[in-house]
Structure formats: structure tokens, C-alpha cells
């Protein structure tokens, strides 16, 4: 059975700091592109981070760029979100997910629907 599942999160103030882990069985994260998604209150999914295992690539939402770094340890199966300079803006709840497509545009999209989907972490920035 696949199952992800972020842990990590919790409440921060404002350009704090938060590593998210997200440990998956079931499956590993080898040669996939593995990411990490947000939701905020009454908004939409948001992609925030794209790793790709095959080249070893990094890809961020705009609004994360140069705070966020996304990484992966295959020994353990697991993917972690280092979070810095948080902003009121990103308080969400964090979802890890694998088996990504990114486009050329380097955007990434879920290849499978929901099939490597996990739980989500809240993630709350205090100003």
C-alpha cells in the first residue's frame, strides 16, 4: 500500500524556520519526481517545490524561490522541505506527493491523480 505522510510542521513567527520531512512506503521515491504541495484557508492547491531523482533537478514556485530548499535521502525514503524566512503568506497545510510530470516550463503536475498523495502538516506563520 503507498502512503506518504508530512510531519514537521507547528506554528513559527515570522522569518523563522521549519524542516518538513515526508516518509513514504509502499514504494520509493528512486528515479521519480517527488515534490511538495500547499492549500491555504479558501485557496487552492499550490505547487511549491519539484525534485526530479533522475537528474537531480530543483524546481520552485515563484513565491518560495530562495527560502524553501527541497531534498531527498533514498536511503531512508524519505523528502524534506527546509523552509526559511517564513511569511504570514505561507502558513498552509504542507502535502508531500511523488511521482510528478514537470513540463518544460517547469511546472509539475501529479501523473497519477491522488495515487501518491499524503497527509498534510499545518503549517501556521504568525507575524
Known amino acids: 500500500e503507498v502512503q506518504l505522510q508530512a510531519s514537521g510542521g507547528g506554528l513559527v513567527q515570522v522569518g523563522g524556520s521549519l524542516r518538513l520531512s515526508c516518509a513514504a512506503s509502499?514504494?520509493?521515491?528512486?528515479?521519480?519526481?517527488i515534490g511538495w504541495y500547499r492549500q491555504a484557508p479558501g485557496k487552492g492547491r499550490e505547487g511549491v517545490a519539484c525534485?526530479?531523482?533522475?537528474?537531480?533537478?530543483?524546481y520552485y514556485a515563484d513565491s518560495v524561490k530562495g527560502r524553501f530548499t527541497i531534498s531527498s535521502d533514498n536511503a531512508k525514503n524519505m523528502m524534506y522541505l527546509q523552509m526559511d524566512g517564513l511569511k504570514p503568506e505561507d502558513t498552509a497545510v504542507y502535502y508531500c506527493?511523488?511521482?510528478?510530470?514537470?513540463?518544460?516550463?517547469?511546472?509539475?503536475?501529479?501523473?497519477?491523480?491522488?495515487?501518491?498523495w499524503g497527509k498534510g502538516t499545518q503549517v501556521t506563520v504568525s507575524s
Open positions: 506527493a511523488a511521482d510528478l510530470v514537470v513540463t518544460k516550463s517547469g511546472t509539475w503536475y501529479l501523473r497519477n491523480g491522488m495515487d501518491y
Open positions: 509502499g514504494f520509493t521515491f528512486g528515479g521519480r519526481a
Open positions: 525534485f526530479t531523482e533522475n537528474d537531480g533537478r530543483t
